[in-house]
């Protein structure tokens, strides 16, 4: 766990591509999103028949799926998981919410979403049932503010020796778990 009461100023970086020294905040703010963002490449001895056969897999579970949802006859998976979320649902995701994680770029700290009793709920429910019935995440949702944090015991003046953390929208992961508690009851079922 970081220690939120420690502040880390990130020293002078080194750019290795052209030796020069990043010491101004926007110039290191640079070299870090420069290196995080760098592609990773793919695995040297990929198995193209294994990933097919994976994708084959796939396709012919979603098609099964789509047709015993068509079926008449097939009794309510698809209506279970699908249905609207409930007050209960949100209560039980807020539960699991810790107050000492970092908000992400929408400033909404867990323990604002915790206190703000039974209208916030309220308000929650209604919002994500939006969202969920729509299939539409909001944008602000998908935003992240990427906190670098030096790995230990290793040289801080190179970019590559810290780890970009995304803080992401605190309601984004609250609506995240609901769905993932979900898909976790679900899956099962289906596979």
């Not at 098609?63 to 998976?77: H, M, P, Q, T, Y």
């Not at 698809?78 to 609207?84: L, R």
């Not at 995701?93 to 970092?102: D, G, I, N």
């Not at 670098?148 to 995304?166: E, F, L």
């Amino acid at each position: 766990a970081l220690n939120t009461n420690k502040i880390y100023i990130i020293p002078a970086l080194v750019n290795k591509e052209t030796s020069s020294v990043a010491r101004s905040d926007i110039d290191k703010a640079y070299l870090l999103a420069k290196t995080f963002a760098e592609p990773p490449q793919p695995p040297k001895d990929v198995d193209e028949k294994h990933y097919e056969m994976i994708e084959d897999d796939i396709r012919f579970k979603v098609a099964i799926s789509k047709s015993l949802e068509l079926n008449d006859n097939f009794i309510g998976v698809s209506d279970t998981h699908q249905s609207n979320i409930t007050k209960e649902e949100v209560i039980e995701a807020m539960r699991h919410l810790s107050p000492y994680k970092a908000q992400g770029p929408d400033n909404i700290h867990n323990q604002r979403l915790k206190n703000g009793g039974n209208a916030m709920i309220e308000s929650l429910v209604f919002l994500f049932g939006w969202s969920f019935r729509m299939g539409y995440i909001p944008i602000a949702w998908k935003k992240a503010n990427i906190v670098p944090i030096p790995k230990p015991d290793r040289d801080h003046s190179q970019c590559k020796n810290h780890r970009p953390i995304a803080l992401l929208s605190s309601v984004g992961k609250l609506m995240e778990r609901i769905i993932t508690r979900r898909l976790m009851w679900w899956i099962p079922i289906m596979a």
